[in-house]
């Protein structure tokens, strides 16, 4: 079992930068593939970035490639999202999610363990 606890969101900005990061518990955080997803009020949870176990490939969705970057430190059982150019539609809960394969996946019922969220308010 994977716990996962997120931090790092706030309020910023536009054409700010926050740092996300999602703590995961256990001795075998390496062997899940980890993704980002977000949730604006009134919408479906979406998406973001993923990352494969190893850290040796990351995909995003269309909106923030270029803005945003994934990335994992295995031996602090980490994953990060660095958000650069925020924009007010990037105002959602950010969650983390654990899957135990290889590759993430665009897919949020793929994933098994979800942390509980942070906010990030985007200001115009």
């Known amino acids: 079992q994977v716990q996962l606890v997120e931090s790092g969101g706030g309020l910023v900005q536009t054409g700010d930068s926050l740092r996300l990061s999602c703590a995961g518990s256990g001795r075998t955080f390496s062997r899940y593939a980890m993704g980002w997803f977000r949730q604006a009020p009134g919408k479906e949870r979406e998406f973001v970035a993923g990352?494969?176990?190893?850290?040796?490939?990351?995909r995003y969705v269309d909106s923030v490639k270029g803005r945003f970057t994934i990335s994992r430190d295995n031996a602090k059982n980490t994953v990060y999202l660095q958000m650069n150019g925020l924009k007010p539609e990037d105002t959602a809960v950010y969650y983390c999610?654990?899957?135990?394969?290889?590759?993430?996946?665009?897919?949020?019922?793929?994933?098994?363990?979800w942390g509980r969220g942070t906010q990030v308010t985007v200001s115009l």
């Open positions: 990352i494969t176990r190893s850290g040796g490939d990351t």
């Open positions: 999610a654990s899957r135990p394969f290889l590759q993430e996946s665009r897919i949020a019922r793929e994933y098994d363990y």
